[in-house]
C-alpha cells in the first residue's frame, strides 16, 4: 500500500471520529435545513442558541437539486435534518439516508395536525378536478407546499421546536419560547392579510407554478388556471393558446409569474385579455436567509395578490 493511499485513509478515520465525535455541553446543536422557508422558521425557533444551516440556496428548486461537497458535509455534520419530504425534495432522499445516519431527522410534511390537500387539476371551468382533501399522513397525492399555509407553518415550529429540545435539552425553554414568538407573528401577519384581501378575494388569477393552492384557501383566494404544470419544464404552445382562451373567457384580472420566469412570454400571454402581471416567490428569492425571511416572503406575496388583483400600481 503506498504512503497516498495510507494517508488517505488515514484523513478519513481522523474525518469520522470528528462528526461521530458528542457535542460539548453548551455548544450549539447542528441543524441542517433543505429550504429558505423552512430554514427561516428554524432559525427564528433557534435564535440565541445559533442558527441552521440551509442546504437548498433561496431560488434553487427543490424540485431538481444536487448536493454539492460542502452541502454533503452539512449533512454529515448535522444532528438534526429538517425537511419537507420527499414529496418536495426528492434529489435530497438518497443523501439524507446515507450522510445523515447519525442525525433526528424530521420530515415535516408527516408533522400531525398540518393542513393538507391534494395535488390540483383545474379544469376549462377553472375548478379543480382532482381528489379534494387528504389527510392522510403520506406525501403521495399531495401537494407539498404545506408551508404556505400560515397555520402549517405554525405546526412546523411546534415540531422544530420538539426536534431541537430532544437533541438540546438544555435549551428546551429557550425554544419554546421563541416557537410561541414565531407563532406569534404569524398570526399577526394573517389577521392583518385577512381583512386587507377580503375585497379582491373573487377576483380570478392564473399561476405560473401550482404552489400556492395553501395560501389561496386559507385566504380565499380563486385560481382558474396554471401556466406550467411541471414548474422544471415549459408550457407548450397548446396549453398556452389553452390558457389565454380561458383567461378571456372567465375575465381572469392577473396572471402571476415567479422571478425566473421570461416576462417577455408573460405579456404576450396576457395581451388583450386586460389582465395584469404580478409576482410570486414561494421560496423567498428575494430575502437573504434567515429568521425574518418567512415573514417577508408571506408578506411579499399577499402583498402581490393584493395589488394585482385590486389593481394597484
Not at 397548446?238 to 417577455?264: G, K, W, Y
Request: charged fraction near 20%.
Amino acid at each position: 500500500m503506498n504512503d497516498t493511499v495510507k494517508d488517505a485513509r488515514v484523513l478519513l478515520i481522523l474525518l469520522a471520529a470528528v462528526l461521530c465525535a458528542p457535542r460539548p455541553a453548551g455548544a450549539e446543536v447542528r441543524v441542517a435545513v433543505s429550504i429558505a422557508p423552512l430554514h427561516s422558521l428554524a432559525a427564528q425557533v433557534m435564535a440565541g442558541a445559533g442558527a441552521p444551516r440551509l442546504l437548498i440556496p433561496a431560488g434553487t428548486s427543490p424540485h431538481g437539486f444536487a448536493l454539492s461537497p460542502s452541502q454533503a458535509g452539512m449533512l454529515a455534520e448535522a444532528e438534526v435534518v429538517l425537511w419537507i419530504g420527499g414529496g418536495l425534495e426528492a434529489a435530497l432522499t438518497k443523501p439524507i439516508a446515507t450522510l445523515a445516519k447519525a442525525a433526528r431527522v424530521v420530515a415535516l410534511s408527516r408533522a400531525s395536525g398540518l393542513v393538507r390537500h391534494s395535488i390540483r387539476h383545474l379544469g376549462d371551468d377553472g375548478h379543480d378536478h382532482g381528489h379534494g382533501h387528504n389527510h392522510g399522513q403520506g406525501t403521495g397525492a399531495e401537494d407539498p407546499h404545506y408551508w404556505l399555509d400560515p397555520e402549517n407553518a405554525k405546526t412546523m415550529t411546534a415540531v422544530i421546536a420538539d426536534a431541537l429540545a430532544a437533541a438540546d435539552p438544555a435549551r428546551k425553554d429557550l425554544y419554546a419560547r421563541n416557537a410561541a414568538a414565531a407563532r406569534a407573528g404569524i398570526d399577526a401577519l394573517t389577521a392583518d392579510f385577512t381583512v386587507r384581501l377580503a375585497r379582491v378575494k373573487d377576483r380570478p388569477f392564473v399561476v405560473f407554478h401550482d404552489a400556492y393552492q395553501y395560501l389561496e384557501r386559507r385566504f380565499g383566494l380563486v385560481a382558474q388556471g396554471i401556466l406550467a404544470v411541471d414548474p422544471d419544464r415549459p408550457a407548450g404552445a397548446r396549453h398556452i393558446a389553452d390558457l389565454r382562451a380561458r383567461m378571456t373567457r372567465l375575465n381572469v384580472v392577473c396572471l402571476f409569474t415567479e422571478p425566473q420566469f421570461p416576462s417577455r412570454l408573460a405579456a404576450a400571454l396576457i395581451e388583450g385579455t386586460g389582465a395584469r402581471i404580478g409576482i410570486l416567490d414561494p421560496l423567498g428569492t428575494g430575502f437573504a436567509p434567515g429568521p425574518d425571511l418567512y415573514g417577508k416572503m408571506m408578506a411579499a406575496n399577499l402583498r402581490a395578490f393584493e395589488d394585482c388583483l385590486g389593481g394597484r400600481p
